[in-house]
């Protein structure tokens, strides 16, 4: 089982930029597709980015593509999500997430059965 530790968030104004991080515990991330999510008051989790195990595939939502980018290093233990021109709107607390699974259903919080971190807020301001 791999346990996932986000850092990075904080306040930023709108069309700034921000470096989140998770730091995967286990010696078989690489074996792990992982991604990001976020959730904004109010609002359901929303899927943002996956990356597969190797990092050779990336998936986006609609909502950042082209903003955000999602990479990783296995050789730390460690997924990022670089986020290009944020807006109020991506204003959420962010999660990382951990799954064995690839392919349709990404999206969808069920499909990350492996793991989830705490999270870490990120506020834009206008």
């Known amino acids: 089982q791999v346990h996932l530790v986000e850092s990075g968030g904080g306040l930023v104004q709108a069309g700034g930029s921000l470096r989140l991080s998770c730091a995967a515990s286990?010696?078989?991330?690489?074996?792990?597709?992982m991604g990001w999510f976020r959730q904004a008051p109010g609002k359901e989790r929303a899927f943002v980015a996956a990356?597969?195990?190797?990092?050779?595939?990336?998936y986006y939502a609609d909502s950042v593509k082209g903003r955000f980018t999602i990479s990783r290093d296995n050789a730390k233990n460690s997924v990022y999500l670089q986020m290009n021109s944020l807006k109020p709107e991506d204003t959420a607390h962010y999660y990382c997430?951990?799954?064995?699974?690839w392919g349709n259903g990404l999206e969808y919080q069920s499909s990350w059965l492996d793991a989830w971190g705490q999270g870490t807020q990120v506020t834009v301001s206008s």
């Open positions: 997430a951990a799954t064995r699974l």
């Open positions: 286990g010696r078989t991330f690489s074996g792990y597709n």
């Open positions: 990356i597969s195990g190797s990092g050779s595939a990336t």
